[in-house]
């Protein structure tokens, strides 16, 4: 029997490493389905089907010079890629990932697989997804390169025009939801209506769903809203200027913000660890792959849609999904009033 | 304890702010400073509060604020050398200024145990949250006052724009 103070630190430090290894994993995939869509085959030479291959680049990165421009803000330029990187890993603490659990009689009392129960725990991802924009900001301004600043400002100035569309569609599903609590919204959405359909808020929500990805993915910089990565235009954005782990980290913030950004989809309009088949213990294999369906609909989008250009990007954030995220809200408010649930 | 903690962080963060030379880390320190804050507001049991505060004060206006600073790419005050002359009228004002500012502060803390504690969680019934309350209070009791607020924001928005943009 393990003391639950004991559990907490373990599940804190297993958490810090599933996010590590799933942006690893990420790599992989996103080089794989890539050369799929591609017809090519994409990494082979490292390990098993190439396997082995985020492992390698991580080492290859790892014995590669720290670079640092003339003239640039040497606490800012180093403080920069820390900030992005801590705030991925902050926002994933308050997401619940499973149902309550002994361990199979591990431990004494049953335990949230959550690291942080907080019950106001959409905000605070929202919160600390909001600071990660300082990490971006930071990057392009401490660089004192033209491109890395042109970045960090396109980049900025997107993550706060869809953060607003991103705030509504969230304040529309908590508003069913009746709570700000992760944990509560998933329990309500166990079961099923009538038998078949799943109890899932996407099927109260699907216009808030549809928003929440399409902001989720300007959010995190994704294509075809990655505008901060232009190739054409700007190099490479904001990182323009950073090597070695420097660069890792920032794109280790990148990967772990898309499976932040899936993990509360998952969460609030796809019924979290609740599904049929599996007892409610298992409920985590579940999650794994609603989590792992999502993350590969964003590398499918990435490697099929072109990129916006800047201008349209602004317009459709600001002309079209601005004001379809306004009226759910409202439609949605009347709703949840006139059949009072 | 955690008090004393978040309190020094953020005074020593507040003084930075004002203590420094290049305008971008003035503006972090006073990220810095508003971080610290919300510490206090989840130490009051007010964590929507705190979130709120890092959302939109961290979060949102100080973003713009760092924005304001890259693009004007504010010099850096190079004048630690040269004295800064200030005309004594202004020199005036200020210590007047610190004087009432000082005066205030000494009332308010000689006064503070005798003015009654207006709001507590301990007056909250079991299980209502406090965002409920908030919203309760605000959208019932200072329903009129949230709406005229919105309406100067409004206003404030609209002129703003009309200023920015002469030939409308």
Redesign the interface.
Known sequence: MIPTFIAQIVLLLFVFHMLLIAAAAMVYAERKVAAMIQQRLGPYLVGPRGLMQPFADVIKLMFKEQLRPLGADRFLFMLAPVLSAVTAFAAFAVVPFGAETTLFGLLEEPMRLQVADINVGVLVIFAIASMGVYGIVLAGWSSNSKYSLLGALRSSSQMISYELSYGLALASVLLVGGSLSLTEIVDQQAGTWWGFLPRWLVVLQPLGFLIYMIAGIAETNRAPFDFPEAEQELVAGYHTEYSSMSFAMFFLAEYINMVTVSAVAVNLFLGGWHGPFLPEAFGWIWFLIKVSVLLFVYIWIRWTLPRYRYDQLMAFGWKVLLPLSVLNLIVTAAGVIYFAV | MLFYLFGAAAVAASLMVIGQRNP?YSV?FL?ASFAALAGLYVLLDA??VA??Q??IY???IM?LF??VV??LNAPQEDISRVRVMVAPSTRRIGALLVVVLLAELAWALATAGEREVWVSAEGLPEGE?S?RALGLTLFRDYAFAFEVTSVLILVAMLGAVVLAKREL
């Open positions: 971008m972090l990220i964590p929507f979130v709120i890092i959302i961290a979060g949102a973003v760092l924005f890259m693009l949250s965002v």
